[in-house]
C-alpha cells in the first residue's frame, strides 16, 4: 500500500484498480495525508487562497434528493439578494482583503442572465476574480457570463455513477452535466468540479470513477465534501458520509492532481470542528470564508448544522486568519488561479 502511495506521489498516476484498493485501505491513511501535503507544498506552496462566498439566493429549481434547498422542501423562507446588495457584499468582501468573490445560488431563472452580466461587470471594477456557482446554464449563457468577466465555474458532478445520479436527481442528467463541465473548460472557465462522499447506495468502484472524471476531464478546482444528511429531504433518515473517507479522497485528488486549487470545505467542518485545518493539512489549499450578512445564514441550509450560521463576515474573516496562522501558513495576496507547473 505504501508503495502505491508512493507510486501516486511520484507519478501521480493510478489505475482504477490501484484507486479502489487505495480508497479501501484503513491502515496508511496517516502516510498518505502526509504525502498529499507534501505534494500541496512542492506544487501549490504555503500559501492559502481565500474566496469570500456570497450565497446571494437559495431558490432552487431542481430537486436534487440531497439537497436542503430542494425545490420541494417548502419549510425553508427563499430569499433572493438584490443587485445592490450582492454589490455591496462583494465591496465589503474586498475592503476585507478577498481577491476572488464566489457568486453561489440555488439554480434558477430568477436573475436574467442579463442580470447577471451586470453584476459581474460591476464587480470586476472592484479587481478581483470572479467565481459562479449558480448551476447549468445553456452554451450561449455560458458564453455571454464569460464575457462579462467571470473568472471561473464550480460545477460539482456529484457523482459519475449513472445509476445513482439518475437515483438523486429527478429530471436532471449526467451527461448533460458532463457536456457543461467540457464547454466551461473549453471556453476558458477555470472549472471546477466535485463530489460527495457517503451518498446511500455509492460505491468505493464509482468514487474511484469520479476521481478519474476529474483528472479527464483536467478539473482546475475540486472541492469535495461529505454528504450530511438533511431532515427535510428524502435522504433524511439515511446514513452521512464520514469525514476521514472525504479527507481520504481528497488527499488521493491532490496526489493525482498535484497542482490544482483544493478548498477545504464548510461541509468538512461540519464534521469535525477541527476539519479545515486538517485538510489544509492533508492536501487543500483553499477556504470559501461566507461572507454573507448573518440574516441569510440560517437560510442558506443545503445541510444541518452548518458552521458559521449565527456569525458575520468579520468574524469568519479574523477565525480563519488565526487558524491559518496557527498552522504557520500564509494568506494569499494573489487572485489564486491555478498554477500550471
Ligand atoms: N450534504 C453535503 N453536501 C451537500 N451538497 C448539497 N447537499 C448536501 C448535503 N446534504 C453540496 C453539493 C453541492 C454543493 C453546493 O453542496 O455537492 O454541489
Ligand atoms: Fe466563520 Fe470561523 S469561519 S466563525
Do not use: W
Request: glycine share 6%.
Amino acid at each position: 500500500m505504501k508503495n502505491l502511495i508512493d507510486k501516486a506521489f511520484y507519478t501521480h498516476n493510478l489505475s482504477y484498480e490501484e484507486l479502489i484498493y487505495l480508497i479501501k485501505d484503513e491502515q496508511f491513511n496517516e502516510y498518505l495525508y502526509s504525502k498529499a501535503d507534501e505534494t500541496r507544498k512542492i506544487f501549490v506552496g504555503d500559501e492559502i487562497h481565500l474566496r469570500g462566498l456570497i450565497e446571494f439566493s437559495n431558490i432552487c429549481k431542481n430537486n436534487c434528493q440531497y439537497c436542503g434547498l430542494q425545490k420541494n422542501n417548502h419549510k425553508i423562507d427563499r430569499y433572493k439578494m438584490s443587485i445592490d446588495e450582492i454589490y455591496q457584499t462583494a465591496k465589503q468582501a474586498v475592503i476585507m482583503g478577498y481577491k476572488t468573490i464566489v457568486l453561489q445560488s440555488g439554480e434558477s431563472e430568477v436573475y436574467s442572465v442579463d442580470e447577471l452580466c451586470k453584476i459581474i461587470r460591476k464587480i470586476k471594477l472592484l479587481n478581483v476574480a470572479i467565481t459562479l456557482s449558480i448551476g447549468e446554464k445553456n452554451s450561449d449563457e455560458y458564453k455571454e457570463l464569460k464575457e462579462a468577466g467571470a473568472d471561473r465555474f464550480l460545477l460539482r458532478i456529484e457523482t459519475t455513477s449513472p445509476k445513482l445520479y439518475k437515483a438523486l436527481h429527478p429530471s436532471m442528467s449526467l451527461s448533460k452535466r458532463m457536456a457543461c463541465l467540457h464547454y466551461l473548460k473549453k471556453i476558458g472557465f477555470e472549472t471546477g468540479t466535485g463530489n460527495l462522499i457517503g451518498l446511500p447506495n455509492q460505491t468505493d468502484e464509482s468514487i474511484a470513477n469520479d476521481i478519474l472524471f476529474f483528472k479527464e476531464l483536467d478539473a482546475d478546482m475540486v472541492g469535495l465534501g461529505p454528504f450530511i444528511p438533511h431532515n427535510d429531504t428524502p435522504l433524511g433518515n439515511y446514513k452521512g458520509g464520514t469525514f476521514e473517507k472525504a479527507l481520504k479522497v481528497m488527499a488521493i485528488t491532490r496526489l493525482l492532481m498535484p497542482n490544482i486549487n483544493i478548498p477545504a470545505t464548510t461541509a468538512m467542518e461540519t464534521l469535525n470542528p477541527n476539519g479545515r485545518i486538517i485538510a489544509l493539512q492533508s492536501g487543500a489549499n483553499v477556504v470559501m470564508p461566507n461572507v454573507n450578512e448573518t440574516k441569510y445564514r440560517s437560510k442558506y441550509e443545503i445541510y444541518p448544522n452548518k458552521i458559521c450560521i449565527n456569525d458575520n463576515p468579520d468574524k469568519c474573516r479574523n477565525c480563519i486568519e488565526a487558524k491559518i496562522k496557527s498552522i504557520g501558513r500564509t494568506i494569499s495576496q494573489t487572485k489564486g488561479f491555478r498554477l500550471h507547473k
